[in-house]
């Protein structure tokens, strides 16, 4: 594992927040015992109650951050009505976590059907045996509908559940935290009023 950096300024950052998460990403794979792309997704419910969970990130570039889900779950139902989301990356290996957030959108169906046909099989039946975030009597039901479902379609293709798609973040702000001696950390920010407007990079007390 490489030495830790003491500082992190604005210089080291640069003006792409994106081009240094990623680099903050692939050291991250380097190091991270398992799952460097999890993160804590932060939505809220009908009531303006907040909810959070741990998903994967799966894709990234400048429109922003995608990751997959049931639609018809909590979290799905949740983002659709409010369309705003945020996000929290920490990698403990290197002290480092990254604050994101933002408006939502939902990814093409060329993106979902392209991610979809990349997962396991197993992952693929699982997207249509759950019936995510609700109620279930036994997990003898769940594995049965697995089996159910592998029998159906035997050797051949198994489709994209209609309900099954992904989301993209699109973030207003993304904020780089890195561990500093004495809990004096270093925080650098990203902020732009709207997702057209440029970058405006600014340091946080920690």
């Known amino acids: 594992m490489t030495e830790q950096p003491l500082r992190l300024d604005e210089n080291a950052v640069g003006s792409d927040p994106f081009a240094f998460f990623d680099g903050w990403l692939k ?7 398992n799952d460097p792309n999890a993160l804590s997704l932060a939505t809220v419910d009908e009531d303006g109650l907040p909810d959070a969970r741990m998903v994967l990130l799966k894709g990234f570039d400048a429109r922003g951050f995608a990751f997959y889900t049931n639609f018809e779950s909590a979290k799905g139902g949740q983002l659709l009505a409010s369309r705003k989301a945020a996000m929290c990356f920490h990698w403990k290996s290197r002290r480092r976590q990254v604050r994101m957030r933002g408006p939502v959108e939902v990814v093409t169906e060329a993106e979902a059907d392209a991610y979809y046909a990349s997962r396991p099989r197993g992952s693929r039946l699982g997207a249509w045996a759950s019936q995510q975030s609700r109620p279930l009597e036994s997990r003898t039901l769940l594995e049965a509908e697995v089996e159910r479902l592998d029998s159906q379609y035997g050797e051949g293709e ?4 209609p309900h099954w798609s992904g989301f993209r973040l699109m973030p207003l702000s993304i904020e780089f935290w890195q561990d500093g001696a004495f809990r004096l950390h270093d925080r650098i920010v990203f902020s732009r009023r709207t997702l057209d407007a440029p970058w405006e990079i600014g340091r946080l007390y920690p």
């Open 27 to 33: 050291e991250a794979v380097e190091s991270e015992p």
């Open 158 to 161: 198994i489709p994209r559940p």
